[in-house]
């Protein structure tokens, strides 16, 4: 079965870093396009980042272009979110996807398998 573990989460203090991980395995990574999303309570699970097979191509939210950067290593089947100049209004819930989709989709409904989760608390 497939399974994407997110990892790397944490307290941070406004303007600092963090590099979340997501290793998956049973599945075909190299052929998967990876996304990153976050939610927090009461609003909808949006885009934060997303990256296609190559990594040739990449798609990001607005509020975190400049800042943010998403990367992938097909050989260790691991896609990571690299955040920098971290802003409280990025404490969410991130959470890893990935999808068989020929482009680079940023809802969530065209990703089919989901991560659980990892929390990203940045501080004022």
């Known amino acids: 079965q497939v399974q994407l573990v997110e990892s790397g989460g944490g307290l941070v203090q406004a303007g600092g870093s963090l590099r979340l991980s997501c290793a998956a395995s049973?599945?075909?990574?190299?052929?998967?396009?990876m996304g990153w999303f976050r939610q927090t309570p009461g609003k909808e699970r949006d885009l934060v980042a997303a990256?296609?097979?190559?990594?040739?191509?990449?798609d990001y939210a607005d509020s975190v272009k400049g800042r943010f950067t998403i990367s992938r290593d097909n050989a260790k089947n691991t896609v990571y979110l690299q955040m920098n100049s971290l802003k409280p209004e990025d404490t969410a819930v991130y959470y890893c996807?990935?999808?068989?989709?020929?482009?680079?989709?940023?809802?969530?409904?065209?990703?089919?398998?989901w991560g659980q989760g990892t929390q990203v608390t940045v501080s004022s």
């Open positions: 996807a990935a999808t068989q989709a020929p482009t680079v989709p940023s809802t969530t409904r065209r990703y089919n398998h």
């Open positions: 049973g599945l075909t990574f190299s052929r998967y396009v």
């Open positions: 990256i296609n097979w190559s990594g040739g191509s990449r």
